[in-house]
């Protein structure tokens, strides 16, 4: 560690640093930086803390170190919206800071893109895609639903169901309309029996 | 990251005719694709051959909306015009059938940068739908009918297309 003198300069403990040089030669002391891995911009999720509540104090975009907001790895900075966190993933100086990080430029990045490679790629995502469709297809059992001939079929049988189900409606109100019928004839006749007994032949007026 | 892509606002390091590539936009549309959150999370680090992963998702054709916001398809064209490819590679983009609005990309490229009427015109004979939001409003097209207003009109979604000789 470093001592600080009253006249304001500082001396070193060799023994100290020297022995902390042995052990990252050794690899005992993790190099911390490097373990770190980047995240590529279009896998950003801006809304995984959603509706999580922080507070946001002062007018400053960016802080040094872990903090709420969006954290950048690679140069331990958050920030406190997704525009400014974007647009430092783009910047000179992340850029420059990846390069430390992962060593040189391995040579990738400069290399001018040829019609073969947008071949390959372009192959490689009708591949996808394929799969992809495919997926979903027969996961959500719609495979089916392209066979037309299986299409009709079942389109008859429900057709069919639903007349027969619509007879059967139609007898059964036609019953009950029948047996509605009766019993008001009959309760109308008692009525006028039992009134009649009673004196009464009708409301509203007493006069006959 | 690819050295052909400019840090900050800078023009293209590429040329056409000795015209700097970027200078094919105008420079309202630029600023504004820039500046769009589509741009600098997806589009920034793009090149050719990735450029078709956005390319496949994209479902209309359209510059900016009625707020400001630019439609993926602007941002994915001042992308191209930025890279400039080798002419073999938009041909490429034209010629696949796979995604149509790829083509169609490839086709305002060939409209704007190459001017060249010839390698449009054979794309009359594609009748499959597109959708394009124009004046405010979301329409049906073809691809056929884009080919001819390209061929023809002096705008296209709001993009002024420059004079290009046309045979016949
Ligand atoms: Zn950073």
Redesign the pocket.
Known sequence: MAEKLTFGRRTWDREEYAELARKRKQGLLPTDVNSKKLKPTTSLDFTKDLNKLTVITSQVTRTRGKAFGFY?E??D?TYKDNLKYVD??NSK??FY??QERDGKDDGSANKTITLEDVKKRYDMLCLKLDQLQEKEMQSSGKADEFDVLKRIEQKKIEEQDKRDQGIRRAKEKEEKKKLQDDSDKLNNGLDENVMEMMGITGFGSTKK | MSRNIVFDRELSRKTHNGVNSMLYVEKIVRERVFDSIYWKQFCFSLNEATLLDKAMELQIIGSFEISGRPFPFICLFVKMVQLAPEREIIEFYINQDRFKYLKVLGLLYARVVYKDSELIQEHLVDYRKLRIYEDGEYKLTYVDEVVDRLINEEFFIGLTLTYMAKDG
């Open positions: 950048c690679v140069c900075l430092h993933l100086v992340h800071k990846l």
